[in-house]
């Protein structure tokens, strides 16, 4: 992936997963977004790995644009039982957990930092000026587990992600 794409990538990433997509669902995007850049290569053979790998950025996007758009149903990934799990799987998990908790109604009401709607007044670190910024709510809440949307059926112990 080209160092100037992967802060969108992870926009959009981010994107999806916040319009309810999972993380599975997410995978599915991703192969989907892949293929068509890798078709669109194939089509166009003066084009090389960066310029396909930058072309996945903007299908992905599209596919999910498109997807929260007409409310597309989208099937959730599994990795067959003979095939290692996509190395992305767990890292969207636990970005799919994170994104969970900052929008979760009991975790709002237990944190003594943002409003009811979880936001919080804060000042903008660049511009000096008030801005109202989305909370992270460094709360603990003891009956909830949020790490554990996602039971993937596997051990996620070996996941090269979290080495």
């Known amino acids: ?5 992967r802060e969108e990538l992870a926009d959009v990433i981010r994107k999806g997963l916040a319009h309810g997509y999972t993380s599975g669902q997410m995978i599915c995007f991703a ?4 293929d068509s850049a890798a078709a669109w290569k194939e089509r ?22 498109k997807a929260i758009e007409l409310h597309h149903s989208i099937p959730e990934y599994e990795a067959p039982r003979w095939h290692a799990s996509p190395l992305a799987l767990a ?23 943002c409003d009811h709607q979880g936001l ?3 000042v ?16 603990k809440i003891p009956a909830q587990h949020h ?8 051990n996620e112990a070996s996941d090269p992600a979290d080495v």
């Not at 998990?93 to 900052?102: F, P, Q």
């Not at 929008?103 to 237990?110: G, L, P, Q």
Request: glycine residues 6%; neutral net charge.
């Open 1 to 5: 992936m080209p160092e100037a794409r």
């Open 31 to 34: 192969w989907r977004a892949a």
């Open 44 to 65: 166009n053979p003066r084009m090389g790995p960066p310029e396909a790998a930058s072309a996945s950025v903007t299908s992905l996007n599209g596919k999910i644009d």
């Open 91 to 113: 890292c969207f998990r636990r970005l799919h957990a994170e994104i969970r908790w900052v929008y979760n109604r009991d975790v709002i009401d237990a944190c003594t930092q």
């Open 120 to 122: 919080k007044e804060t």
């Open 124 to 139: 903008h670190p660049e511009t000096g000026m008030d801005a109202v910024w989305r909370c992270t709510h460094p709360v």
């Open 147 to 154: 790490g554990a949307e996602e039971p993937s059926g596997r």
